[in-house]
C-alpha cells in the first residue's frame, strides 16, 4: 500500500496568481495522477506524470496551464498558473505501480 | 450516456437503515474504486477490488465482471457516513473513468 500527503487542502487564491500543489508519497511508485474534479462534475484525468519523462495531458490540458513536476518516484508537483475564478475546483493526486491505486486527500481551491 | 453510471443520485436515510450503492460500466476494466468525499471536498479510499467482495468494518463492496456492476452496501448507516460515494473503474491498465457520485445523507 501507500500513504499519500497532499498540500495544501484547501487554498484560496486571487486571479492571475499561481498555485502548486505537492503531492508525496511514502513509497516509490511508478505512476502519479492528477485530477480535476470542477463543481458539480465528476473527476477528469488531467495528465499522467512518470519519474524520468514528460508529464503526458489528456484533451483540453496543456502544459502552460498545468506545469507538472516528477522529480523522482515520491515525488510530483500540479502547478496551476494564471488562474481565473473557472480554476476553482478540487485537485486530487492518485499514485499506483501500474495504475491508479491510492488516492490523495484533495485540494479544494477557490479562486477569488 | 456515461461509461460509469451510479445509482440513486441521491439517498437519504435513517440511521441504522442498510444502504445500497450501485454502479454500472460499460467498458472492459481490470479493477474498481470506491471512494468516500466528504463534505469539504476531502477523498478516502474505501475498497479497490477486481472480483468477488471486500468487507471493512460496517462496508461491503462486490463487484460482477460478467455484469459490469459493483455495489457499495453500508450496514447499520450513521450519520457520519454522509458523504458523496464515487464508483472509479481502471481500464487500459492505467485509465481510470469516475462516476458522477451518490450523495448519501444519514438523518439521526
Known amino acids: 500500500s501507500a500513504v499519500i500527503s497532499q498540500k495544501p487542502s484547501r487554498d484560496i487564491c486571487q486571479r492571475g496568481t499561481s498555485l502548486t500543489i505537492q503531492c508525496q508519497v511514502d513509497s516509490q511508485v511508478t505512476m502519479m495522477f492528477w485530477y480535476r474534479q470542477q463543481p458539480g462534475q465528476s473527476l477528469t484525468l488531467i495528465a499522467t506524470a512518470n519519474q524520468g519523462s514528460e508529464a503526458t495531458y489528456e484533451s483540453g490540458f496543456v502544459i502552460d496551464k498545468f506545469p507538472i513536476s516528477r522529480p523522482n518516484l515520491t515525488f510530483s508537483t500540479l502547478t496551476v498558473s494564471n488562474m481565473s475564478p473557472e480554476d476553482s475546483s478540487i485537485y486530487l493526486c492518485?499514485?499506483?505501480?501500474?495504475?491508479?491505486?491510492?488516492f490523495g486527500q484533495g485540494t479544494r481551491l477557490t479562486v477569488v | 450516456k456515461n461509461e460509469v453510471e451510479q445509482s440513486p443520485q441521491n439517498l437519504t436515510a435513517q440511521e441504522g437503515e442498510f444502504i445500497t450503492i450501485n454502479c454500472s460500466y460499460s467498458?472492459?476494466?481490470?479493477?474498481l474504486h470506491w471512494l468516500q468525499q466528504h463534505p469539504g471536498g476531502g477523498i478516502v479510499s474505501l475498497f479497490m477490488?477486481?472480483?468477488g467482495k471486500k468487507k471493512h468494518g460496517r462496508l461491503i463492496a462486490t463487484i460482477n465482471i460478467q455484469e459490469k456492476h459493483s455495489s457499495l452496501h453500508i450496514t447499520a448507516s450513521h450519520p457520519r457516513d454522509s458523504a458523496v460515494y464515487i464508483c472509479a473503474v481502471i481500464y487500459n491498465t492505467d485509465k481510470l473513468i469516475f462516476g458522477t457520485g451518490t450523495r448519501l445523507q444519514v438523518f439521526p
Open positions: 492518485s499514485v499506483g505501480q501500474q495504475g491508479p491505486a491510492f
Open positions: 477490488l477486481s472480483s
Open positions: 467498458v472492459g476494466i481490470s479493477a
